[in-house]
């Protein structure tokens, strides 16, 4: 999994996911996240928060150049829509996204 996001709570999630035994590579920026998938492509996969700069423009390109890449936003907002993003869950309920990787990242995508 790829996770981009805030510094502030980045540590914590990567915490909580490696404690769940899955690999996490972690970006700050935008940029930085791209260039992790085009390099680790076989992630299974990306984790963006909302509140990162460009966040709909970093999923619009993962979904270009990776259409069947599960992508999780992690959002402060409830009933937030981020429009290629499979899954949308709470930032700061880390069970949330502990629950869609164990179940989810099989469905397809609904976007």
């Known amino acids: 999994m790829i996770e981009t996001e805030q510094p502030e709570g980045l540590s914590a999630r990567k915490l909580v996911v490696e404690t769940a035994r899955h690999n996490v590579l972690t970006a700050y920026n935008s940029k930085e996240g791209l260039d992790l998938l085009h390099?680790?492509?076989?992630?299974?996969?990306?984790?963006?928060h909302a509140q990162l700069a460009k966040c709909e423009e970093m999923i619009a390109e993962i979904r270009r150049t990776h259409p069947e890449m599960p992508i999780i936003?992690?959002?402060?907002?409830?009933?937030?829509h981020?429009?290629?993003?499979?899954f949308v869950i709470p930032s700061h309920e880390p069970a949330a996204l502990l629950d869609v990787l164990s179940k989810g990242l099989h469905l397809?995508?609904?976007?």
Do not use: E, Q
């Not at 981020?82 to 499979?86: C, D, E, I």
């Not at 397809?108 to 976007?111: A, R, V």
């Open 39 to 48: 390099r680790f492509p076989k992630v299974d996969a990306v984790l963006v």
């Open 73 to 80: 936003v992690a959002s402060p907002m409830l009933n937030a």
């Open 82 to 86: 981020y429009p290629g993003a499979t």
């Open 108 to 111: 397809s995508i609904k976007n």
